[in-house]
């Protein structure tokens, strides 16, 4: 008598069918999967902006991390993995600037992982005008600040 169950496990090989399934989705729908980087304290600002990628009439969807342990934590190989993973699934990686975001280790290393990856990075910032002091990563890199406001335009 013994009966079996339903489908049962089916191995990683059904995990990167269901990735591609969704990746496949988000290139059909026109819509840009982007990498969000930005320093943990501008949270509250980064969530208006992702507000903004969920309204319908916007082309972006926003894949960010937040990373809330200290970059040299014992858990920052396991966090730099779980990035990376998230920024491959990118067409592009947005930097909030702030004042925070100048002395920012993870910012600075996403940015270099970005570009390692061959991402286009641009960096978004709130105001009028970009804050005086940007991240290295993003002088060094000469990567295009513009107003958040302006980032549709520029994708």
Request: glycine share 10%.
């Amino acid at each position: 008598m013994g009966g079996g169950g339903g489908g049962g496990y089916r191995g990683v090989g059904n995990v990167d069918k269901l990735l591609q399934e969704a990746k496949n989705r988000l290139k059909e729908s026109g819509r840009k999967n982007v990498f969000i980087s930005f320093d943990y304290d501008d949270a509250n600002e980064v969530n208006l902006l992702r507000g903004q990628a969920k309204n319908d009439n916007s082309d972006i969807e926003f894949n960010d991390w937040s990373v809330k342990e200290a970059f040299n934590s014992e858990n920052a190989d396991y966090i730099k993995r779980q990035i990376s993973d998230r920024i491959k699934q990118s067409s592009l990686t947005v930097v909030y600037v702030s004042d925070n975001t100048k002395n920012s280790d993870w910012v600075n290393w996403e940015v270099g992982k970005s570009l390692e990856l061959g991402k286009r990075v641009l960096a978004v910032h709130s105001g009028d005008s970009a804050p005086k002091n940007l991240p290295d990563s993003v002088k060094s890199n000469k990567i295009e600040v513009i107003r958040w406001k302006d980032l549709s335009d520029n994708i």
